[in-house]
């Protein structure tokens, strides 16, 4: 069974350009996730797709950041535009039900994005 | 809101030594509790996780974790620590259908 695969691995852009960062999930996972990993912290969760509707965009910084999951399958996440601190790993994850508590959530090796 | 907090942020232990990552839990209901590992330049790996039916939850690699609820911990443990365990290792509780993770414990191994 193939993990969630991301792409691209890695991206250096300069502050207030445009990125978008892809992933696709493990077929059939009903619940995308998107983290950002800052260097040193813990993953915190940005958003929470089940199927194609949002669940959970509370920690999303709106004004600069946004997210789709057309079809309920593959996602985008794209930041416009960037800052400084949004430098850091970016990670997708999938799980295979709809809010179920307990579920195992896979990730993906992650998008490492360095904004200069 | 449930959390966990992690103590040492870096642990080093000898080749063949005990490894023990602590991990503490707040929480008003009984929790799901989980331990990722994050190796270098990858993305979280699944060890092991608790969803209350033993309290003592075998993992990967070696690796196991035993629920206290009344010390609140979930500490991960590994009776001999290989070159291989070195790597990041995440602890993280269920919360309202979405996972919070500590800030994490280095783990390096000495030869």
Redesign the interface.
Known sequence: EAG?AQSPRYKIIEKRQSVAFWCNPISGHATL?WYQQIL??????LI?FQNNGV??DSQLPKDRFSAERLKGVDSTLKIQPAKLEDSAVY?C?SSPRL????D???????T?LTVL | AQSVTQLG?HVSVSEGALVLLRCNYSSSVPP?L?W?VQYP??????LL?Y?SAATLVKGINGFEAEFKKSETSFHLTKPSAHMSDAAEY?C?V?N?????????TTVTVRA
């Not at chain 1, 040193?40 to 969760?45: A, N, S």
């Not at chain 2, 330049?41 to 699944?46: F, P």
């Open positions: 969630v996730y040193g912290q813990g993953p915190k969760l929470q669940v959970d990670l994850a809010a179920a508590a307990g195992t959530q896979y990730f993906g090796p992650g490492r | 942020s799901y989980f990722y330049n990858q993305g979280l790996q699944l996780k969803t995440f993280a269920h309202d259908y979405k996972l919070s993770f500590g800030a994490g």
